[in-house]
């Protein structure tokens, strides 16, 4: 296993002093619950990190409400639509499919953070969003989240799942997610790719990966100069990394490491779609998201990079900094393109 980096000075990306005490409060609920032996304290994440109700009514012009993607496995997803729509559209709703971040172990789709972006991209996108309330590690270990995934799509795939008072446009479908969301949304798309003539309606028009978790062995310059940067550090990301790859299983994985063969299995497929790519200056796995997107560019695909040079890892989940409003404009824009 690869040693820490060395300690020194961190790096002090720019924001008000309320934003870092929110940060450190971020840190605090991910070390606090996170054990040595590679288990998540469930009990006390769940007072840190409370789930939030679904709302019928508009909240702030989106509706939402949880449905049940498969009750076996007791798979949720939380749709959040917007509440008006001109008199004179009847048209559905393009749909994207989101998976929220949090190192596969932490967080939901019902974390108070996860809920109110995801309100803020139906509305600004003026689309449907299935947000998917994934199995996480470390009970849950990879490809758990991958499957969890395509069943969502299959779901989606069914028009007897579509809510007769939300139309749903099925074959205008995107995934999207951050962090640990944007890996699974990637490898979801490969196994769409890989099984695409057994789906009937749902079509992916776009992926939407915002500062995706990918890792490898090595340690990046990116790692080594922005160690201490908030949420992501080394010991942080290698913990979630032995917490939900395969017992025995290195960053070298097809799930880690977006470099391998494996990992770009079916990227050159026409089925897989265009990519929207978000990478954050104050974040150390930023050397591995440019890998990514070398990855994606080699197999031929269209892949659109917006750089933001002082954006912390996760920084869309803060409105209060300009290019979290900025990446909402952009996600609209990227999705209104794909339709």
């Not at 972006?117 to 689309?127: D, K, L, M, N």
Request: hydrophobic share 40%; net charge neutral; aromatic share 10%.
């Amino acid at each position: 296993m690869a040693e820490e980096p060395p300690p020194r000075s961190k790096p002090k990306p720019p924001m008000s002093r309320i934003m870092r005490l929110t940060l450190r409060v971020v840190d605090y609920v991910s070390d606090a619950t996170r054990r040595a032996d590679g288990t998540v304290n469930r009990r006390v994440l769940s007072l840190l990190d409370p789930r939030v109700p679904a709302f019928s009514s508009p909240c702030r012009g989106v509706a939402s409400r949880d449905v049940v993607i498969d009750p076996a496995i007791r798979l949720r997803a939380r749709l959040f639509h917007p509440a008006a729509r001109p008199a004179d559209s009847a048209a559905p709703l393009p749909v994207i499919v989101f998976f929220h971040g949090g190192g596969f172990a932490f967080l939901s789709n019902a974390s108070l953070a996860y809920d109110a972006v995801c309100r803020r991209i139906a509305r600004y996108a003026s689309a449907a969003v299935l947000s998917v309330d994934y199995r996480r590690a470390p009970e849950h270990r990879f490809p758990a989240p991958y499957d969890d995934g395509i069943a969502t799509l299959r779901f989606l795939d069914d028009p007897k799942n579509h809510p007769a008072d939300v139309p749903l446009d099925a074959s205008r479908c995107f995934l999207a997610g951050d962090s640990a969301g944007g890996n699974i949304a990637h490898h979801v798309a490969r196994r769409y790719v890989a099984d695409v003539a057994t789906f009937k309606h749902v079509r992916l028009a776009g992926l939407i990966a915002v500062q995706p978790f990918f890792g490898g062995e090595e340690r990046t310059p990116a790692e080594l100069r922005l160690h201490g940067a908030p949420i992501v550090s080394v010991p942080r990301t290698d913990w979630m990394w032995r917490a939900f790859l395969p017992h025995g299983a290195d960053r070298s994985h097809e799930a880690a490491c977006c470099a391998t063969p494996e990992a770009a299995a079916g990227v050159d497929s026409p089925a897989f779609p265009p990519v929207l790519l978000v990478i954050g200056g104050y974040d150390p796995l930023q050397d591995w998201q440019r890998r990514y997107c070398e990855m994606l560019m080699g197999s031929g695909k269209d892949v659109t990079v917006l750089e933001y040079p002082d954006g912390i890892h996760a920084f869309f989940l803060f409105p209060m900094f300009d290019d979290a409003r900025d990446l909402m404009t952009r996600i609209a824009e990227f999705v209104g393109g794909g339709q």
